[in-house]
């Protein structure tokens, strides 16, 4: 009591009375319960609401429903009062978007966007943070799943109180979806990215893992999914400035750590996030992304500054490198047009971590082996002792697996509910006017087989292809989409079979490979006779084929099969993808 007397004693002599008000009326819920718990949803938007009638720089705005239909906010902050991405993109100023709660168990983001708000706008004291920028913020992403709320919802995180779940109602994990776009709230997030397209973007996360004396990771993309030029930029401006200034703040900050092998003495790698993740999304959307992943077992106070200190340096850098950023994102556009489709050089689908390495000193916490008769083995036990060691940094990636791209890409009619999904994503996509010819490729796919679980709710086939040629007539209304577009990498990505995160290996395509028509063994026999009368050499062709496997031979349906599949019975559009590549158009 003596303590608490002395420190209110100090408090007023240390503010005015009003001053003590001002910061009282505007504490938040986080600060009142002494750092340990997050507000829930109204009471986050209550706060929110609270600031924009306090200032005129802010409008908190709907972008769209969850699946539960709470409305998803996002809240705009621009000193020029640019409340609409028309106005936004005319001030010369970057457009910076700050994502909290896609994983809404991992919440640090909200409540430091709470405190960080109220020191830009209410106390002013940090007021220069929006001068040349335009700041976005979504208080919560998965806003169902931070309702469904518990203190069991995250083993091992050390707090808020009560957190969120990590899935919508619908039990998606939103950073997954970033290009299949199943749920609501990421068609929602879809538009509203491209509707103002911002110029850094910001996703705020909390890991578990291997336990070290980092109070914050950070990851960011910097290969071939992003422009030669924007790559350049975050490694050798926003990295270092972004690493100095977390720690001139006090916390220790180093890259997401993932470990190459099973020990830290296997070293750390850097690898290329595909486009269902956020930041892997944004890379090929030409605009740079960086995730934040605070450490679980550092308490949740300090979390939260930490995050709140990477959200300012954010701020700052784009507000300091404001025309460098501009300009690096006008010209990302247009390299990806004039390198993969003018300068016809193939566009990289997937990325492996290179064998170089640089020395990286790791700043870890020892861990133990005891023997335990639960796991009987051994388990891992985390002592609490700090250690630095050594140890390699695989920061280099190359590509594994890239593509010539087409002139553009036939969709046939009846894939209409695909094409308004391929729309989120700001691809413009033309209806033919009158009937066209054109030399295409088309796949064919082969060895189809699928996974035995699902997964994000698809079933997800693999499979290898071949590549035909053919010239065809498409007729006046199917769709076509020319490739001559800033979202290059977005449309390559979503309809090239090889793409890690396209429709086909998702599971949208899987009817394709489902055979409707089936043959009766005493019709087929006769015709597969006659088709040997017709042509002799078959015969050898059988022999080769049912020889090379004693279960084909033994096997009179598989037997058959063989003329089937030559047969004019047939179906010529099984493993056929219907999606085609224009190579040329002819008239
Ligand atoms: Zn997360």
């Known amino acids: 009591m003596k303590i608490f007397t002395l420190l209110l004693f100090l408090s007023v002599s240390i503010f005015p009375q009003s001053d003590l008000n001002k910061i009282n009326k505007w504490q938040t819920f986080f600060e009142k319960s002494n750092f340990l718990s997050t507000p829930d949803y109204n009471e986050t938007i209550e706060y929110f609401r609270k600031i924009e009638k306090a200032s005129p ?47 809404s168990g991992e919440i640090e983001g909200k409540d430091a966007s709470m405190l960080l708000l109220r020191e830009i706008l209410i106390t002013k004291e940090k007021i220069n943070l929006i001068d040349n920028v335009t700041l976005l913020i979504i208080p919560v992403f998965n806003v169902d799943g931070h309702e469904r709320k518990s203190p069991f919802n995250r083993i091992n995180q050390n707090g808020p109180t009560e957190m969120g779940w990590r899935t919508t109602a619908q039990n998606y994990n939103l950073n997954r979806d970033y290009m299949k776009a199943d749920s609501p709230e990421m068609q929602s997030w879809l538009k509203l990215f491209n509707s103002w397209l911002p ?44 690493n100095k200034r977390t720690e001139e703040k006090g916390f220790l900050i180093a890259p997401y750590v993932a470990f190459k ?67 690096i994102n006008k010209e990302g556009d247009e390299f990806v047009i004039q390198n993969y489709f003018k300068n016809k050089n193939s566009y990289p689908l997937s990325f492996d971590v290179s064998d170089k390495s640089k020395p990286f000193l790791y700043k870890g916490i020892e861990a133990i082996e005891e023997d335990s008769w639960i796991t009987g083995k ?32 036939i969709i046939p009619i009846e894939n209409k509910y695909l094409v308004e999904r391929i729309k989120v994503h700001g691809i413009n996509v033309d209806v033919l006017k009158k009937d066209k010819k054109f030399i295409v490729e088309k796949y064919k796919l082969k060895n189809v087989r699928y996974g035995t679980t699902s997964y994000e709710n698809h079933f997800q086939p693999s499979y290898e292809y071949d590549k035909i040629m053919d010239t065809v007539i498409i007729s006046k209304g199917n769709f076509i989409i020319d490739l001559q577009q800033r979202t290059l990498g977005v ?62 031979k033994e096997n009179p349906r598989r037997r058959l099969n063989f003329f089937y599949e030559r047969s004019p019975y047939f179906d010529k559009q099984l493993n056929v993808y219907p999606i085609l590549r224009v190579i040329k158009v002819l008239d």
């Open 378 to 409: 051994k388990v891992l036990r985390y002592t609490g002792k700090p250690f630095e060691k050594e140890i390699p940094f695989f920061d280099d990636n190359i590509v594994r697996d890239s593509i010539d791209i087409p002139t553009s890409y």
């Open 491 to 552: 449309i390559v990505h979503l309809l090239e079979p090889k793409g890690p995160d396209s429709f086909l290996k998702w599971g949208f395509f899987n009817s394709i490979f489902e055979p409707k028509e089936y043959f009766e063994e005493y019709s087929m026999e006769p015709i597969a006779q006659k088709m040997v009368r017709d042509n002799p050499k078959l015969k050898d062709e059988f022999e080769n084929y049912i020889n090379s496997d004693p279960k084909i």
């Open 261 to 327: 092998g099973r020990n830290v003495e296997s070293g750390i790698v850097d690898y290329t996030a595909s486009p269902r993740f956020s930041t892997g999304y944004t890379a090929i959307q030409n605009r740079i992304g960086l995730l934040i992943e605070t450490h679980m077992l550092k308490p949740y106070k300090d979390r939260v500054f930490s995050t709140k200190a990477m959200f300012e340096n954010v701020i700052e850098f784009c507000n300091q490198n404001k025309d460098e950023l501009l300009n």
């Open 57 to 103: 720089y802010v409008k908190l705005i709907p972008f769209g429903k969850s699946a539960q239909e709470r409305t998803l906010y996002v809240c705009v902050v621009s000193k020029d009062r640019a409340f609409t991405p028309e106005k936004a993109k005319k001030l010369s100023k970057p457009i910076i978007l700050i994502q909290n709660g896609i994983h």
């Open 199 to 242: 110029d850094f973007f910001v996703d705020s996360h909390t890991t578990d893992g291997a336990d070290y004396q980092y109070n914050i990771t950070y990851g960011i993309e910097k290969f071939k999914n992003l422009p030669t030029k924007t790559a350049k930029f975050v490694k050798e401006k926003f990295i270092p400035f972004n």
